[in-house]
Nanobody
Framework: QAQLVESGGGLVQAGGSLRLSCAAS????????MAWFRQAPGKEREFVAA????????YYAASVKGRFTISRDNAKNTIYLQMNSLKPEDMAVYYC?????????????????WGQGTQVTVSS
């Protein structure tokens, strides 16, 4: 059974950095598009970043572009989200997601597999 496990969340001051990881197991995700979403209390789950299975296509939400970087290591079945210049509004539970697709989706409903999430807290 496919499983995604996020790690790397925590408490950081505004302006700081965190690196999230998402390790996939149970199947080979090398041909899967993968993404990061986040959900703050009382808000809908929102797109953060996505990457094609080759790594050749990358997409970011406007709110994180220039501050966050998504990457993947297919040999390790792992994707990463480097988050720099964190702001209080970045505080949320961050989820990774996967879908076997060539075209990279950017909406939650299009993804088939989800991790349990990791909390990112940004203090002002």
């Amino acid at each position: 059974q496919a499983q995604l496990v996020e790690s790397g969340g925590g408490l950081v001051q505004a302006g700081g950095s965190l690196r999230l990881s998402c390790a996939a197991s149970g199947r080979t995700f090398s041909r899967y598009a993968m993404a990061w979403f986040r959900q703050a209390p009382g808000k809908e789950r929102e797109f953060v970043a996505a990457i094609s299975w080759t790594g050749g296509s990358i997409y970011y939400a406007a709110s994180v572009k220039g501050r966050f970087t998504i990457s993947r290591d297919n040999a390790k079945n792992t994707i990463y989200l480097q988050m720099n210049s964190l702001k209080p509004e970045d505080m949320a539970v961050y989820y990774c997601a996967a879908k076997q697709a060539v075209v990279v989706p950017t909406t939650p409903l299009e993804y088939d597999y989800w991790g349990q999430g990791t909390q990112v807290t940004v203090s002002s």
